[in-house]
């Protein structure tokens, strides 16, 4: 079992510069110092992958370093499997790093590298070799074995620096934008090699990451962080389809969400939202949801993802959009598109009956959005008003 808790974190740097580059992204200062993580409070379950992602300034990797024990925790409680772990040395803690940097030894060989930790903790020599030996065949690089660091590709070098961590079979593999490093083909290869490498060792992970793509295909769950807070945590399904707030429906999604003003208003029990002329009903479950929070009439933001803006049909609501640019993406056409002075984007997939020479720069296209896939923004407080 390999749990791990954090319960009310918070990190406070002291100030330097007055606190100036701090303000300068948002970050709050007091009289204590410079917030970096502020009321963070999470359950990883045993075996769980947990994802921490947000854009830099945001507390992700400085939350991960105050589970590592590299940084000290300035109040809350840290515990791994049930013991508080806050005034415990990191060596202590069973854990297991992998940083961005690969932090590999240029003058030890792979195997030298990713023994190092076990003969530091004294284990018997067979064991060492038996241990390095399977973690060279779970990453496919047991050919490299015998080479130095110099000699390694990126993507190779990663993998000795995992291979190096699981060797230690810790309680949690803590990893800190281990692919930052890597061209956009062996990132995705290497987040294939992680996925296959997390059904193997069947470890609790805590993996931080700026992209919401890692985000989005590793984790079980995802916490999305701003400026030190939880904006929220949920699975990719649920972020994805219902983000609390602005925030969140921006980050998570590529293209990033089209914002627009609009109109909520209701009728009995049901809800539209008008964009640009276009009267569109919201579905049953939204409805309820908003019926629920007592939402009436009012002026929203109204969100729609790329994908879910498409070519309206005979009689479906629509507003018309001007295209502007259109970038052909393989399969997928996307029109960056001018609806009444707005700049909005549709992702518009390839059929038999939808050529891409169809759309041209000028052309006006009548669109539309099904009521289930929108979402609805309080335009003061950004939250998203189902929930």
């Known amino acids: 079992m390999s749990t791990v808790t954090l319960k009310n974190i918070q990190k406070i740097y002291p100030i330097e510069d007055g606190g100036k580059k701090a303000k300068k992204i948002g970050l709050e200062v007091?009289?204590?110092?410079?917030?970096?993580?502020?009321?963070?409070?999470?359950?990883?379950?045993?075996?769980?992958?947990?994802?921490?992602?947000?854009?830099?300034?945001?507390?992700?990797?400085?939350?991960?370093?105050?589970?590592?024990?590299?940084?000290?925790?300035?109040?809350?409680e840290l515990y791994i499997d049930d013991k508080l772990m806050n005034d415990v040395e990191p060596k202590d803690r069973d854990i297991a790093m992998v940083f961005q940097s690969y932090a590999l030894?240029?003058?030890?060989?792979?195997?030298?590298?990713?023994?190092?930790?076990?003969?530091?903790?004294?284990?018997?020599?067979?064991?060492?070799?038996?241990?390095?030996?399977?973690?060279?065949?779970?990453?496919?690089?047991?050919?490299?074995?015998?080479?130095?660091?110099?000699?390694?590709?990126?993507?190779?070098?990663?993998?000795?620096?995992?291979?190096?961590?699981?060797?230690?079979?810790?309680?949690?593999?803590?990893?800190?934008?281990?692919?930052?490093?890597?061209?956009?083909?062996?990132?995705?290869?290497m987040r294939s090699e992680i996925i296959k490498l997390r059904e193997r060792i069947q470890t609790t992970f805590v993996y931080v990451t700026h992209d919401q793509t890692e985000a989005m295909t590793l984790g079980d769950r995802i916490v999305v962080m701003k400026l030190g807070y939880i904006q929220q945590i949920g699975t990719p399904q649920e972020l994805y389809r219902n983000p609390a707030n602005l925030f969140v429906a921006g980050f998570i999604g590529t293209p990033q969400m089209n914002f627009v003003d609009g109109l909520l208003f209701k009728d009995g029990s049901k809800y539209f939202v008008e964009v640009s002329g276009a009267k569109i009903e919201l579905s049953e479950d939204k409805a309820a949801n908003l019926a629920n929070k007592g939402v009436e009439t009012c002026p929203v933001i109204v969100g729609m993802r790329p994908q879910h803006v498409r070519i309206a049909n005979e009689g479906d609501p629509y507003f018309v959009g001007r295209i502007d640019i259109s970038e052909m993406m393989g399969s997928e056409t996307y029109l960056h598109l001018n609806v009444n002075g707005k700049d909005l984007v549709s992702v518009i997939t390839e059929t038999k009956d939808n050529r891409f020479f169809e759309f041209e720069k000028g052309k006006e296209l009548k669109l539309t959005c099904d009521g289930a896939l929108i979402n609805v923004f309080d335009p003061e407080t950004e939250k998203n008003l189902e929930f």
Not at 112 to 128: Q, Y
Not at 131 to 142: D, G, K, Y
């Open 30 to 76: 007091n009289e204590k110092g410079v917030v970096a993580v502020q009321d963070f409070n999470l359950d990883i379950a045993d075996k769980e992958f947990i994802v921490l992602v947000g854009p830099s300034g945001c507390g992700k990797s400085t939350t991960l370093r105050m589970i590592a024990g590299l940084e000290e925790i300035t109040s809350g």
């Open 105 to 189: 030894y240029p003058h030890m060989t792979v195997r030298e590298n990713m023994a190092f930790p076990l003969k530091m903790s004294r284990m018997p020599k067979d064991e060492i070799n038996k241990r390095v030996q399977e973690a060279a065949e779970i990453l496919n690089i047991t050919e490299y074995l015998d080479r130095k660091p110099k000699a390694l590709s990126g993507g190779q070098k990663q993998r000795v620096a995992i291979g190096r961590a699981i060797v230690r079979e810790p309680k949690a593999l803590l990893m800190d934008e281990p692919l930052s490093n890597l061209d956009a083909k062996l990132r995705n290869q």
